[in-house]
Nanobody, 114 residues
Framework: QVQLVESGGGLVQPGGSLRLSCAASGNIVRFAPMGWYRQAPGKQRELVATITWGGTTNYADSVKGRFTISRDNAKNTIDLQMGSLKLEDTAVYYC????????WGQGTQVTVSS
């Protein structure tokens, strides 16, 4: 089993920044890709960004140029630096770890509001 614990969500004004962190523990396979997904009310969960063990990243078009995903393989953590936040970024953000199956964190709320 793999456990994922997210932190860093909160309330921010449009144009502001937030940093999310996720720590993985348990039966970790270092080479497993990790990422961030989000789910807004009434919508399906969607990919935000992923990162491989080697540091290759992939972003949703809606966040390119505004969000940056990073990874610390030694600590089994990933971060998501979010900037120029928009109202439509409001969602619950979930950390994901994928090795044979998907593991999810409990989610952290990000609310962008004036």
């Amino acid at each position: 089993q793999v456990q994922l614990v997210e932190s860093g969500g909160g309330l921010v004004q449009p144009g502001g920044s937030l940093r999310l962190s996720c720590a993985a523990s348990g039966n970790i396979v270092r080479f497993a890709p990790m990422g961030w997904y989000r789910q807004a009310p009434g919508k399906q969960r969607e990919l935000v960004a992923t990162i491989t063990w080697g540091g290759t990243t992939n972003y949703a078009d809606s966040v390119k140029g505004r969000f940056t995903i990073s990874r610390d393989n030694a600590k089994n953590t990933i971060d998501l630096q979010m900037g120029s936040l928009k109202l439509e970024d409001t969602a619950v953000y979930y950390c994901n770890y994928h090795w044979l199956t998907d593991y999810w964190g409990q989610g952290t709320q990000v609310t962008v509001s004036s």
